[in-house]
């Protein structure tokens, strides 16, 4: 199943390895006739006289390739009809490998100053960029590279509060030119840093709640963008902790269309929640980030605040 929603499937600098990346059945086959491990995860193959579908590296003995066909993964396999094998158990550990490597990714990408390339991340792991890619995006609904856009608004955030002054707040969060540093921070925050810093005094907020997957959620924004999205227990956790963030800027509550149209967002947003085996930290993250850039998109098009 694709959980990637389309206004967030760029990659950066993609870049297919021929040979390398298992897309084409004869570069799968001969992978099986190896029992390559390195294929484990990037398609399974099906012998149609057993009904059964195997990891690439499978010790079991090989059919005849002409009773071999592939399948992208697990899901595929068995929507074809095909029975896990019970030696290498391609439905299982394929998956929880897969889920590791995302886990260990993001924590990666959360640790980095800078923002680190695909190639970076992929060489961490072991697979290829393309593989890589489309490993993480499957599992968590948005690419590495919004993943870490949103790590960098979340030390943005917290540099600019931790610093003197937003120059230092600048170098503190990684970005390394401060050129066109105060486009992309009125993006991530919604407001111009000096108005964050300032706890959004001068700022006009209107907020909605709306209830998710992973909780309650509070969605605000200002004329310049998207400045809170927020995940709690309940909406009056959410309302003290807007206000706690933005003590000096003028909160209220948006009408009912933009409640509609953030409940809308959400619900084309719903699978990339349930990101079996992810920390709810990483899964909320990644929703508020797809979120806020499905906000941004959109609110050309959003219902006006007279409705
Ligand atoms: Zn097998």
């Known amino acids: 199943m694709s959980a990637v929603p389309e206004q967030v499937s760029g990659g950066v600098g ?10 084409d059945d004869e570069t799968r086959w001969r992978a099986v006739l190896r029992r390559d491990r390195r294929a484990d995860g990037a398609f399974c193959y099906s012998v149609l006289t057993t009904g059964t579908y195997s990891r690439p590296s499978c010790g079991s003995r090989h059919a ?20 896990p094998c019970q030696r290498c158990r391609p439905d299982q550990a394929a998956r929880d490998t897969h889920v ?4 260990r990714s993001c924590r990666f990408i959360e640790a980095c ?14 697979f290829s960029r393309f593989h890589f890619h489309r490993i993480f995006t499957a599992r968590m ?3 590495p590279r919004l993943y870490a856009v949103a790590c960098r608004g979340d030390r943005l955030r917290r540099a600019i509060h931790q610093t003197q002054t937003i120059t230092e707040a600048i170098y503190e969060a990684g970005f390394n030119s401060s050129g066109n540093f105060y486009a992309l921070a009125q993006n991530l925050l919604g407001m111009t840093p000096t108005a964050f810093k300032n706890h959004g005094r001068g700022v006009r907020m209107r907020y ?8 309650h959620l509070l969605a605000a924004t200002t004329s310049a963008g998207v400045c809170s999205i927020l995940l709690g227990p309940d909406t009056t956790t959410l309302m003290r902790r807007l206000r706690d963030h933005f003590a000096a800027a003028e909160s209220i509550a948006a009408d009912r269309g933009f409640a509609r149209h953030l409940a809308d967002t959400l619900h084309r947003a719903a699978p990339l929640a349930a990101g079996r085996g992810i920390p709810s930290d990483i899964r909320s993250r990644a929703l508020a980030e797809w979120l806020r850039t499905a906000l941004v998109d959109t609110s050309e098009q959003a219902p006006s605040t007279d409705g």
Not at 14 to 23: A, K, N, Y
Not at 70 to 79: K, Y
Not at 100 to 103: F, G, N, Q, S, Y
């Open 14 to 23: 993609l870049v297919t390895r021929p040979g390398g990346d298992f897309t």
């Open 64 to 83: 005849h390739r002409a009773n071999t066909v592939f399948f992208s993964g697990p899901d595929a396999a068995e929507q074809a009809g095909f029975r």
């Open 100 to 103: 590791e490597t995302v886990i």
């Open 113 to 126: 100053g800078p923002t680190p390339s695909l190639g970076e991340l992929a060489d961490t792991t072991g």
């Open 141 to 143: 609904g948005v690419t």
């Open 208 to 215: 909605a709640f709306a209830q998710c997957p992973l909780g």
